[in-house]
């Protein structure tokens, strides 16, 4: 009799992806493993619980008007998402952006978001253990890590520490990644000056940077 497996083809790759990158982190295999599946699982099960699970992989061009879908579901989704489009063009979010966050499959966006939550909590008990107070805490926690969220009403749009849009996770990522290798110091010394990472991403947006 077979091994029987929870995750499908895809999700099994995921989960690799995920214990590799756990290995080069340095936890153990096991451990890693444990991680890996766990973090799928909860991903798998919110998607599903939003009843996301199934939404296809080309939404990024249904969002976009390149190809349609007359999907009830879909055509929610559309609507929502128009009402966030001037915030996203503001933020100097590009189609490009909207592609690649949107064509991802559901569990892999949310697996995403999960790693997210986790490395803000990581990082904020880290220095609750080092001393800090809650708030010094939080304040250094914005200065080493991006704050995503969809953007909404709720936000003053002049304030530049509001949270990014998931929409530009990539091109964040592939920023800081930069930076940390070619002028980390000169990296740290703009984070200060910008109070928190969020405010300089803005900024080297506006600046074409980014």
């Known amino acids: 009799m077979g091994f029987f497996s929870p995750f499908n083809e895809f999700e099994k790759i995921l989960v690799q992806q995920k214990i590799e990158i756990s290995l080069l982190a340095g936890f153990p295999e096991i451990e890693a493993k444990k991680m890996a599946e766990e ?100 304040i250094e926690r914005s200065k080493t890590l991006p704050w995503y969220e969809d953007p909404s009403e709720k936000y003053d749009q002049n304030n530049i520490h509001r949270p990014i849009p998931n929409e530009l996770h990539d091109r964040v990522n592939n920023y800081v990644m930069r930076r940390m290798k070619s002028d980390h110091e000169k990296f740290k010394k703009d984070i200060e000056e910008s109070k928190t990472l969020n405010g300089l991403i803005r900024n080297e947006i506006k600046n074409g940077n980014l």
């Open 39 to 138: 973090s799928v699982k909860i991903s798998i099960k919110e998607s599903k619980k939003n009843d996301t699970y199934n939404l296809p992989n080309n939404l990024g061009n249904i969002f976009l008007g390149e190809v349609r879908n007359d999907d009830y579901k879909i055509g929610i989704l559309l609507t929502e998402f128009k009402k966030r489009h001037k915030w996203l063009m503001a933020d100097g979010v590009k189609d490009a952006d909207i592609k690649w966050w949107w064509n991802l499959n559901d569990v892999e966006r949310r697996l995403i978001l999960f790693d997210d939550e986790a490395q803000g909590l990581s990082v904020f008990i880290t220095l609750l253990k080092r001393g800090e107070t809650a708030e010094n805490a939080g």
